[in-house]
């Protein structure tokens, strides 16, 4: 407080003078959450004390008047706080939350069913770096020997520490039984013998490279015959 005189004179002279107490009152003093950062997509609690009523407020205008604000902003924002206490004195603070871009996390492979036993390479682009579960390994490139269905999830991540994630169900396509069916291995030189082939839905004869599911040979000296089958999916 402070105490303010007034003097004053007329045109004779005389004068006369007075007094007044003038208090200053203190505003109220508001405790915010500090600046921070988030990632696009994500909620954040920013918490504001002080003085009997506050109001929080954006570009947009006055959007709350709790105590915690739940903020869930697409771009990099300011948020003002406005409080007073009963006396009518104001106190404003501000803070700001950064937005940061979220990584497009994208895992690339040929085909989700493989013959059961084989190898698949996946890939993962649209980060800075990865993290494959549920192997818990790390890189841009992943083998996997499919022999059951499996799920796996690629999580990648920026510089930001931003997070997306992508995933694939493999699933392994039973082998097929494939077989030849003959009479005898033995033969008389120069006889023909007729080999056929069982458990698959299509062939490949080695070395003749004939695709038939019979394969007629004359056997003028010791041959090996070899029989590739596949199936349909």
Known sequence: SEKVYVKACNQYGCSAQDSIYVLFEVPPMVQMSPDTSICLGDRILLHATGGKSIRW??????????DTLEANPLKTT?????????????????VKVVVNPTPETLLIYDSNRVCQGSVISLMATGADSYRWFPLDTIGSQLDVMVDDTTKIRLIGSNQFGCTTSDSVVLYPLALPKTRILYDTNKVCQGMKITLAA?????????????????LPVIVNDTLKIILKGFNSE
Do not use: F
């Open 57 to 66: 407020s954006d570009l947009s205008g006055t959007i709350s008047s709790q």
């Open 78 to 94: 300011v948020y003002s706080v406005k409080t007073w206490d009963q006396k009518g004195c104001v106190s404003i603070d501000s």
């Open 198 to 214: 069982s458990g698959a839905d299509r062939y490949l004869w080695l070395p003749n490279q004939k695709t038939e599911s019979d």
